[in-house]
């Protein structure tokens, strides 16, 4: 760590797992989240960085890589076979609900939260999910809905997944615009007014400091992660590095 100008700072590099982790320990603590899980309705719908969200609220593990519906993997855009898929986790005034999401998402109010992940998102904020299904997928149902009603939607999404531009990639994407694809051809849709949480404000939230994405990528394992530069007080740029330094390791998502 170094001082300059009155503020302590530091740097690090997360993998693509442990940026997860820090996301979904900072969407976790989120006041609005918190209020939804104990005394409204809360969603958390499929995907890798939701299961981080929904581990750290359950306190206990989650199958990854069943709790996705569409996904990239082994250099394919790819869907999790209905068979071994996981239902979205759920909650109703403090109690997990075994009731269908949709069912749940009927009786959104405005203080309710929809949380769900994305695919890209660019420098001005604006995220985007591939859809591969012909009625939109999980946001073809969803955000009318949410944006009918006020509620809140909360996107978790790594900065190892920064496009140029959002616009730009639904301007080239479309089920019927390839004739050539490896693996399922996909749209996107936008996530407009959702609350963004990347690595970069998830450390504002949980210790803040101030951070500054630095570099992209590597090698040896660390392939897809973001560096970061912190600053701020001594003191919680010490918490924010003691947080970091216990969550290195965290395992790969296979």
Known sequence: MNTENGATKALFSLTISEGKRLIGK???????????RQEG??????GITNAF????????????????AGIVTQGHYAVTPS?????????????RSTRPWLEILADFTKDDVFIKGANAIDPSGLAGVLVGAPNGGTCGLALGKLYARGSHLIVPVSREKLVPSVEAAMGQLGIDNF??????????????GGTIITEVEALAILFEVQAVQVSAGGVGGSEGSVGLAISGSKE???DAMTYIKGIKGEPPIL
């Open 236 to 238: 919680k740029v010490t």
């Open 179 to 192: 004739a050539d694809s490896l693996g399922m051809p996909c749209g996107m849709v936008p996530l407009l």
């Open 41 to 46: 309705r809360l969603i958390i719908a499929n």
């Open 26 to 36: 900072a969407v976790a603590t989120l006041p609005i989240v918190r209020t939804a």
């Open 53 to 68: 969200v929904a581990e750290e609220l359950l306190d206990r593990p989650v199958q990854k890589l069943h709790y996705t």
């Open 83 to 95: 068979e071994t898929r996981m239902s979205p986790i759920c909650f109703e005034n403090g109690e």
